[in-house]
C-alpha cells in the first residue's frame, strides 16, 4: 500500500485512460484517494509519455486550483469524532503570510467573447432560446470560447468589484447541451492553460459582477442561487424576475468568505437533487449575511425516483417542455428550406 494518501491508481487491464492532452489512448492514469474520500476529476492524473506529452496534473496542483475542496475537506474533518490522521497535513492553519488573491486580465475576457458560433454552448442556447437571447445573455454574463476542445465555453468568475478572479473552460455537446464527460471530462482553468505561475485562485460566485449595479431595480432583485454556470443561463431565460448566480458546483465558492456579496439581500438556493440537503445545512450561514435566505424544496416535490436518482437541476425541469425555437429548430433540420424561407421573409416568432 502506498505510504501517501493520493497517489496513482494501481495498475489493471482498462484502467488506463486517455490523456486529456495528447489524446492517445491508454497512457493516463488517474490519482486516487486512499481513504476513498475524494473522487478526483478526470483530468487528476499523470500521462505515461513524459518526453513528447509532459501531462501531469497533482492533487497538489488540484487543492491549489479548486482552493474551495480543501476547506470542505477541512469542514468534514473537523466535524468528525475521529478525524483521519492523513487529512491533517492538508488541514493545517493558514499561516499569517497567506498568499493574495491572484486576478486576470479583464482585457482577456472581451478578447474571448467572440466566435460564438463554434461554441457548443452558445450554438445549443440558440435552439432553446433564439439567438437574440442567447446573445444578450452571454454579454450579461461575460461568456468566453476558448480555442481548446473546438471552441469549448469560457465561464468568467468576476467579483463585485470587476476583478477577473477565475477562467473555467468547459466542453458541451451542442446538440444535448450536455457536459462532454467521455473519453475524458473537457474541463480546465484559463490560468491553468497559460500556464501562469503560482496563481492563487479564490474562487467567487459566477455571475457575481451582476451585483455591483446601481439600479434600483437591480439592488431589490432577490438574489437566486445554483450549482452549475450552465443552469444559471437557462434558468435566467426563463425566470428574469431573480439574479441567477451560480457556485461552480455543489461545494464551489459556497463557504462565508464569498457569500458576504449577499449581505442584505433576499437569497433563494436551487441545489441539484442530490446537494438538497447539504445545501439546506449551509442555509444557516447565510442567515447572518442576508436578509433573508432560504433553501427551496421544489425539485424534491416534484421529482421522480429516477429523477433523484439523476441528480435533476431546475434546469432539467424548465426545459421538460419544448420552447418554440426548440420546436422550429427541429422544422429545419428536417426540412432546410425553411430556414431560406424564414431568412428571405425576415421572419420572426412571436412572443
Known amino acids: 500500500m502506498s505510504e501517501y494518501r493520493f497517489h496513482l491508481q494501481k495498475y489493471r487491464p482498462g484502467s488506463k485512460t486517455v490523456c486529456p492532452k495528447c489524446g492517445r489512448k491508454s497512457c493516463f492514469t488517474r490519482y486516487v484517494d486512499g481513504n476513498a474520500q475524494i473522487t478526483f476529476p478526470n483530468h487528476v492524473g499523470k500521462c505515461d509519455h513524459i518526453n513528447s506529452c509532459g501531462y501531469h496534473y497533482t492533487p497538489k496542483k488540484y487543492f491549489q486550483d479548486n482552493p474551495t ?18 487529512v491533517k497535513p492538508i488541514a493545517k492553519p493558514l499561516s499569517s503570510s497567506a498568499p493574495q488573491t491572484s486576478y486576470l486580465p479583464s482585457d482577456w475576457v472581451s478578447q474571448s467573447m467572440q466566435k460564438f458560433d463554434i461554441n457548443p454552448l452558445y450554438r445549443y442556447l440558440t435552439k432553446v432560446a433564439g439567438k437574440e437571447k442567447t446573445d444578450r445573455l452571454f454579454d450579461l454574463y461575460k461568456i468566453g470560447t476558448s480555442k481548446m476542445w473546438n471552441g469549448a465555453t469560457v465561464f468568467w468568475q468576476i467579483d463585485i468589484h470587476g476583478n477577473v478572479r477565475a477562467g473555467k473552460i468547459m466542453g458541451y455537446d451542442p446538440e444535448t447541451g450536455h457536459r462532454i464527460k467521455e473519453p475524458f471530462s473537457q474541463v480546465s482553468w484559463v490560468h491553468s492553460v497559460k500556464k501562469i505561475h503560482d496563481f492563487h485562485m479564490k474562487q467567487c460566485l459566477f455571475g457575481e459582477h451582476m451585483l455591483s449595479g446601481n439600479s434600483a431595480e437591480q439592488s431589490i432583485k432577490t438574489i437566486a442561487i445554483v450549482e452549475s454556470e450552465k443552469t444559471a443561463l437557462i434558468a435566467a431565460l426563463f425566470i428574469p424576475d431573480f439574479i441567477w448566480l451560480a457556485t461552480g458546483g455543489m461545494h ?18 436551487f441545489p441539484d437533487l442530490k446537494a438538497t440537503e447539504e445545501w439546506k445545512r449551509k442555509t ?47 422544422m429545419v433540420e428536417r426540412n432546410p428550406a425553411l430556414q431560406l424561407l424564414i431568412d428571405e421573409l425576415d421572419l420572426a416568432l412571436a412572443e
Not at 464551489?252 to 438556493?269: D, H, P, T, W, Y
Not at 424534491?300 to 429548430?329: K, N, R, V
Request: glycine letters at 4%; proline letters at 2%.
Open 252 to 269: 464551489g465558492c459556497f463557504n462565508s468568505k464569498a457569500m458576504q456579496v449577499l449581505c442584505g439581500r433576499e437569497v433563494i438556493l
Open 69 to 86: 475542496i480543501k476547506e470542505t475537506m477541512i469542514e468534514q474533518n473537523n466535524r468528525s469524532d475521529t478525524p483521519s490522521r492523513a
Open 284 to 330: 444557516a450561514m447565510l442567515h447572518s449575511i442576508c436578509k433573508r435566505a432560504t433553501c427551496s424544496d421544489l425539485l424534491e416535490t416534484m421529482a421522480t425516483d429516477e429523477q433523484h436518482e439523476a441528480g435533476l437541476d431546475i434546469a432539467d425541469l424548465l426545459l421538460m417542455e419544448d420552447t418554440p425555437q426548440m420546436i422550429l429548430a427541429r
